[in-house]
């Protein structure tokens, strides 16, 4: 994360000081460097090389107009799971055709708005869903694009709740499932089917789990080949981890290259939904000391961001590394827990961490938060959102107004007559 460094002593995002930001926009905020989602982008495209490709953007990882349209750009594409990420991603101006959407819970509304704008491709995750679709395309009178999510059935070696390449995980259809449901859908005349899917999980750091899913989706494609089907696309998905402390998952480059090597004789587009590799190290969640106390052995410090606005540690344990802003003696730390003002006891953001003695009003930096940071944050305890910046070079904007109080009642209303 080498656009988050130190200048005499004060934390900077690219050329912007984090406590500037914090001094103009009030604490907290989540605060991305455009350089850096630039970089990783980049890297995707030099693994490619002239093999073709799309990269369609993991959109629920960070979805902010501002990110979608710097990665829009320079061509990416996206990978959508609902109607509103599309809505975003349009506007963000990033075209249609370089859209795919995934989700195992489409409803006919979401269909029906992907396939008048002209979606690349629907992933397709249940028979039941390519029955409603077809229909949606008849009623409609425009063929809809699909592939199925097949489930490879490969262990990513991750965390539980982010593996979802395996038997017992809800995406996609087995292997055999899969080769009925292509049987049934060349049989559909509203259906067109454009390639093959799979995503085998989130933040894993080893190239295997990748290789073995792609060698048994290629074993699958040429039975497809065998069956007079024939692809345009074949996706991955996502998945490629980031090193949060001491990962070292394989860069951006040498996964496509590898991925590359193996897809040698596919002629296939390749796609790839990368989220977290792209954003997650883009981004940082800088929030201010409230207060600071001790209960027997035990040192707390109360900062004013909680699991509402970064959910990951609650969530999955996850771990992110605290920096302070104003650099500090690495030799002076002692064991505490940073922890939010939300009334719950999973309200933390680090646990039991050797940190730097914090005073109220010391500013940190919570690292590695650019992917599944704000886009899982919500409104509990009535706390409005948090804003969002982007720094570019040495210049920042406010891409995101910090929500207010007016913003978390809008759409509520109490009845004429009562109670
Ligand atoms: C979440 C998800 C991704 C992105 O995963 P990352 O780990 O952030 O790269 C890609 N594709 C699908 C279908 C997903 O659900």
Same mark, same amino acid.
């Given at each position: 994360m080498d656009c988050f460094s130190y200048k005499d002593g004060i934390l900077f995002c690219e050329q912007v000081s984090l406590e500037n930001i914090a001094n103009e926009v009030g604490t907290p905020f989540y605060c991305y460097s455009s350089s850096h989602l630039k970089e990783r982008f980049a890297a995707y495209k030099r693994g490619f090389g002239t093999k073709k490709h799309l990269v369609c953007f993991?959109?629920?990882?960070?979805?902010?107009?501002?990110?979608l349209n710097c990665l829009g750009s320079l061509g990416a594409g996206a990978d959508i799971v609902s109607g509103?990420?599309?809505y975003r991603v349009l506007k963000a101006n990033i075209p249609a055709k370089r859209v795919v959407y995934s989700g195992v819970g489409k409803t006919r509304q979401e269909m029906e708005y992907a396939l008048s704008e002209g979606i690349a491709m629907f992933n397709v995750e249940s028979e039941q869903? /390519?029955?409603l679709l077809s229909e949606v395309a008849k009623k409609m009178g425009k063929k809809a694009p699909i592939s199925f999510r097949v489930n490879p059935d490969v262990d990513a070696k991750t965390h539980p709740y982010i593996s979802t390449g395996l038997k017992k995980n809800k995406f996609g259809l087995s292997m055999e499932r899969a080769i009925s449901a292509y049987e049934?859908?060349?049989? +559909?005349p509203w259906l067109e089917i454009t390639g093959i899917d799979c995503h085998i999980g989130?933040?894993?750091?080893? /190239?295997?789990?990748?290789l073995d899913a792609l060698r048994r989706l290629k074993k699958l494609v040429s039975r497809l080949t065998d069956m007079g089907i024939c692809l345009s696309y074949i996706d991955l998905g996502g998945g490629l981890g980031i090193s949060y402390s001491k990962e070292t998952p394989p860069q951006p480059e040498e996964y496509i290259s590898a991925i590359v090597n193996e897809a040698a004789e596919l002629d296939q587009t390749i796609i790839v939904e990368p989220g977290r590799s792209i954003c997650g190290n883009a981004g940082v969640l800088v929030t201010k000391v409230l207060y600071t106390k001790e209960n027997g052995q035990k040192r707390f410090?109360?900062? +004013?961001?909680? /699991?509402n606005d970064l959910g990951r540690p609650s969530l999955y344990d996850a771990y992110h590394e605290i920096r302070t802003v104003r650099q500090t003696d690495k030799d002076k730390l002692a064991e505490a827990d940073v922890v939010g003002p939300i009334c719950e006891t999973g309200d933390f953001l680090a646990r039991s961490r050797p940190l730097p003695q914090l005073e109220q009003g010391s500013l940190i930096a919570v690292m590695s938060s650019g992917a599944y940071g704000f886009t899982m944050?919500?409104?509990?305890?009535?706390r409005p959102r948090v804003p969002e910046i982007m720094v570019y070079g040495d210049r920042f904007q406010v891409?995101?107004?910090?929500?207010?109080?007016? +913003?978390?009642?809008?759409?509520e209303s109490i009845p004429e007559e009562g109670c």
């Open positions: 993991a959109v629920k990882s960070n979805s902010n107009l501002a990110v509103g990420e599309l869903e /390519m029955i049934k859908a060349m049989k +559909d989130s933040q894993i750091v080893e /190239m295997a789990p990748f410090y109360i900062v +004013d961001a909680g /699991m944050s919500s409104n509990y305890n009535s891409v995101r107004e910090r929500e207010t109080w007016q +913003d978390l009642v809008k759409g």
